[in-house]
């Protein structure tokens, strides 16, 4: 059976920095795409990040860049979020999201990332 679970949210002051994880299991070799969103505080649910599983190419969403990266280690079946220079703005629940060779989407349950003083 499928799986992602994301780890690694929590609370950090501004200008500080998060890693976050996402372990799929279940999937054997289709996957082909992962990815982060998040969803803040009465807002809608936002692409962060996605890297492709065989390319490494990723892309990331303007309010992120230069400051979040997007890694994958595709022995261990893991995609993981750096985030640095955090801002409060940040703020929100974090989800993987897995997309496979016959598009079919998973999600993880989600992790709260809080960026607060």
């Known amino acids: 059976q499928e799986q992602l679970v994301e780890s690694g949210g929590g609370v950090v002051q501004p200008g500080g920095s998060l890693r976050l994880s996402c372990a799929a299991s279940?999937?054997?070799?289709?996957?082909?795409?992962m990815s982060w969103y998040r969803q803040g505080p009465g807002r809608e649910r936002e692409l962060v990040a996605a890297?492709?599983?065989?390319?490494?190419?990723?892309n990331y969403a303007d309010s992120v860049k230069g400051r979040f990266t997007i890694s994958r280690d595709n022995a261990k079946n893991t995609v993981s979020l750096q985030m640095n220079s955090l801002k409060p703005e940040d703020t929100a629940v974090y989800y993987c999201k897995a997309l496979t060779t016959s598009r079919s989407t998973f999600w993880g349950q989600g992790t709260q990332v809080t960026v607060s003083s």
């Open positions: 890297i492709e599983r065989h390319s490494g190419i990723a």
């Open positions: 279940g999937f054997n070799l289709r996957l082909i795409l």
